[in-house]
């Protein structure tokens, strides 16, 4: 079937650092590929998209790369930021499929 | 445009009682979709619908029922609450041209 794998746990991480959070799929078909970010408290907004392989998602100085060959979207920020702190969601869906699927979240906490 | 409401935002329940959660959106969008998110779990999908006067079954309806009557309100009922009902619920909608989620803010219900 269709999902998504994030990297087990929490990651803590001091302002101005790097930030990578690993997301991998399992598709059949050709998926669009998402990531979504939950600040404390509130929904899930979408942060950037990819819908094609090779495509670049960016957003808030986020990026990830749809690598179809590696079938990964890894989540990259060059220097983060303590406003940054919240969970992150790796998603894909298929055409067709009325439904996302969702890995299990990326707790980032930023320190000043 | 508010976008994706939800009403209320939190509510306790003693065991056995039941109740309704409303979600309303006003971005004319076909799919909706209830989630629960639990510690650990990511999000779980309990219901969806593909337009007015449809439904369908999620990854755990068991104890849910869901209507939609009208094409901006899809409600989410608890006919008989359960400690293990004890979440966080958010609704969703989606839609053309991107198709992506929208997320409403979600609602705390503490079953005891």
């Known amino acids: 079937g269709n999902s998504v794998t994030q990297m087990e746990g929490p990651v803590t991480l001091s302002e101005e650092a790097f930030l990578t959070i690993n997301c991998t799929y399992t598709?059949?078909?050709?998926?669009?590929l998402f990531w979504y970010v939950q600040y404390p408290g509130e929904g899930l907004q979408l942060l950037l998209k990819?819908?094609?392989?090779?495509d670049k998602g960016s957003n808030k100085g986020f990026e990830a790369t749809y690598r179809k060959e590696t079938t990964s979207f890894h989540l990259e920020k060059g220097s983060v930021q303590v406003s940054d702190s919240a969970v992150y969601f790796c998603?894909?869906?298929?055409?067709?499929?009325?439904?996302?699927?969702f890995g299990k979240g990326n707790q980032v906490v930023v320190i000043p | 445009n508010a976008g994706v409401t939800q009403t209320p935002k939190f509510r306790v329940l003693k065991t056995g009682q039941s109740m309704t959660l409303l979600c309303a959106q006003d971005m004319n969008h076909e799919y909706m979709y209830w989630y629960r998110q639990d510690p650990g779990m990511g999000l779980r999908l309990i219901h969806y619908?593909?337009?007015?006067?449809?439904?369908a079954k999620g990854e755990v309806p068991d104890g849910y029922n869901v209507s939609r009557l009208k094409k901006q309100n899809f409600l989410l009922g608890l006919e008989s609450a359960a400690p293990s009902q004890t979440s966080v619920y958010f609704c969703a909608c989606r839609g053309p041209p991107a198709y992506e989620q929208y997320f409403g803010p979600g609602t705390r219900l503490t079953v005891t």
């Open positions: 598709a059949t078909g050709y998926p669009s």
């Open positions: 619908s593909v337009g007015e006067g449809t439904t």
């Open positions: 998603a894909l869906s298929l055409p067709g499929n009325n439904r996302l699927a």
């Open positions: 990819a819908t094609k392989a090779d």
